[in-house]
């Protein structure tokens, strides 16, 4: 099993910026790809965006220039820093982690609780 916890969420007018965390624990031998998704209300889930083990990166056009994805492999935690803010940023933000399973050596697809960011106009 992962544990993924995340953190950073929150209500900030449009043009400030926020901080999301995503802190993974368990019998985890490594983690692959870490990504952010979101969900707005009334819409499908989408890819924000995507670190892969190497740190390549992978934008959603409507954050490029604006989030930065970011990991921290000994702490198996991965960031997305979101400046310039718009209300519609405004979703819940979730992890998601693939790792590799300590013993087992399965590949595991695992998703945070989720964490609300809310940007106000």
């Known amino acids: 099993q992962v544990q993924l916890v995340e953190s950073g969420g929150g209500l900030v007018q449009a043009g400030g910026s926020l901080r999301l965390s995503c802190a993974a624990s368990?019998?985890?031998?490594?983690?692959?790809?870490m990504s952010w998704y979101r969900q707005a209300p009334g819409k499908q889930r989408e890819l924000v965006a995507t670190?892969?083990?190497?740190?390549?990166?992978n934008y959603a056009d409507s954050v490029k220039g604006r989030f930065t994805i970011s990991r921290d492999n000994a702490k198996n935690t991965v960031y997305l820093q979101m400046n310039s803010l718009k209300p519609e940023d405004t979703a819940v933000y979730y992890c998601?982690?693939?790792?590799?399973?300590?013993?087992?050596?399965?590949?595991?697809?695992?998703w945070g609780k989720g964490t609300l960011v809310t940007v106000s106009s």
């Open positions: 998601n982690v693939r790792t590799i399973m300590a013993r087992t050596f399965e590949t595991m697809d695992s």
């Open positions: 368990g019998s985890i031998f490594s983690i692959n790809a």
């Open positions: 670190i892969t083990s190497g740190g390549n990166t």
